[in-house]
């Protein structure tokens, strides 16, 4: 098992930044890909940025050049830089991981995130 906690979220003005933390521990030597989500109310959760095991990184369109995902494997640890927020942005934020052989998926508690206009 692998258990997840974030934090870092909280109210910003559009325009500022925040960065988020999401802290690995457990099984940590099983996890592959890390990641973000994010749900807005009344919206699925969406795919924001994840980071490979080899180091890749992808993200959704409307962060990018705005977000930037990184790993500390060392703290096991992956990290969102968030600048440029916009109210739309506002969403509670999910870490996420997964392993493979066998695949399983884990999930942070969730933190909010609010960006006023």
């Known amino acids: 098992q692998v258990q997840l906690v974030e934090s870092g979220g909280g109210l910003v003005q559009a325009g500022g930044s925040l960065r988020l933390s999401c802290a690995a521990s457990?099984?940590?030597?099983?996890?592959?890909?890390m990641g973000w989500y994010r749900q807005a109310p009344g919206k699925q959760r969406e795919l924001v940025a994840f980071?490979?095991?080899?180091?890749?990184?992808n993200y959704v369109d409307s962060v990018k050049g705005r977000f930037t995902i990184s790993r500390d494997n060392a703290k096991n640890t992956v990290y969102l830089q968030m600048n440029s927020l916009k109210p739309e942005d506002t969403a509670v934020y999910y870490c996420?991981?997964?392993?493979?052989?066998?695949?399983?998926?884990?999930w942070g508690q969730g933190t909010q995130v609010t960006v006023s206009s």
């Open positions: 996420w991981a997964d392993r493979l052989s066998p695949y399983d998926a884990y």
């Open positions: 980071s490979t095991s080899g180091g890749s990184t």
């Open positions: 457990g099984s940590i030597f099983s996890i592959n890909n």
